[in-house]
């Protein structure tokens, strides 16, 4: 994706400037540099040992995973990446072909209209956590199904209580359905709170999706603000 048409997309998003952080000042007309998969390097912030050797835990046993035949097919398992001290987790639906390849989750083109959503709210790709519903990559990035998600979910699960973010993104329908337990469209669980074991929980279309979708797009990024609203509300 050029940076003219990467421009675009931000632009039918409605995004006319770098969202600050509320202590940053706002900069107008801001210039957005593309990212690529090597420019995803994760500086982790400094864990206790105890979380350290948690976290460490949790890996080995997503890497050695063989709880459905997914293992049999993959090339790297898809733990996650970004800070483990994050306020914000996002998670998405399950590995594609790149994210397979390369063993780190958003790494394709959806990937980096992601990070520059992040980037329009005032966030690095570092400073939250991402990862996906399934750990490994569904052959033909067909969607997951029930029995794979259930595989996968107490990984989350564990990811989510050693984070404990602040808020939750959930990116498009698998994450947003398998995670509110509903069939519900994405469409209708998107523009509202939700709840996640306590956790406010705001859906935002996949930006595979929106890709694809111009039309769309405007309301991600209504979504990206309501996530911001929330958080600085309970950041108070």
């Known amino acids: 994706m050029d940076n003219s048409t990467r421009l675009q997309y931000l632009e039918a998003m409605g995004i006319d400037v770098w969202m600050p952080r509320v202590s940053a000042p706002v900069v107008a007309n801001p210039t957005f540099e593309l990212t690529s998969a090597s420019d995803y390097a994760v500086r982790e912030p400094e864990l206790s040992n105890l979380s350290s050797s948690a976290w460490a835990e949790l890996e080995s046993e997503v890497t050695a995973c063989t709880k459905c035949d997914l293992c049999q097919t993959r090339t790297h398992t898809v733990f996650g990446t970004g800070s483990k001290t994050a306020d914000w987790m996002v998670i998405g639906e399950a590995p594609g072909q790149h994210e397979d390849e390369q063993g780190k989750p958003f790494v394709g083109k959806a990937g980096q209209l992601l990070t520059e959503m992040l980037r329009a709210v005032g966030l690095e790709r570092d400073e939250v956590f991402i990862t996906n519903i399934l750990k490994c990559r569904p052959p033909g990035n067909r969607d997951p199904k029930p029995e794979e998600a259930d595989s996968c979910s107490g990984y989350l699960r564990r990811q989510r209580e050693l984070i404990k973010p ?35 929980l705001v859906v935002v279309y996949h930006p595979a999706y929106l890709l694809r979708s111009l039309l769309e797009k405007r309301k991600a ?13 309970i950041k108070g």
């Not at 990024?221 to 509300?233: R, S």
């Open 166 to 200: 602040k808020i939750i993104l959930a990116v498009g329908r698998i994450s947003a359905q398998t995670l509110l337990k509903t069939d519900v469209p994405v469409g209708k669980l998107r523009g509202k709170v939700h709840d996640l074991d306590g956790i406010p």
């Open 221 to 233: 990024w209504q979504d990206l603000q309501l996530a911001l609203q929330t958080i600085n509300t």
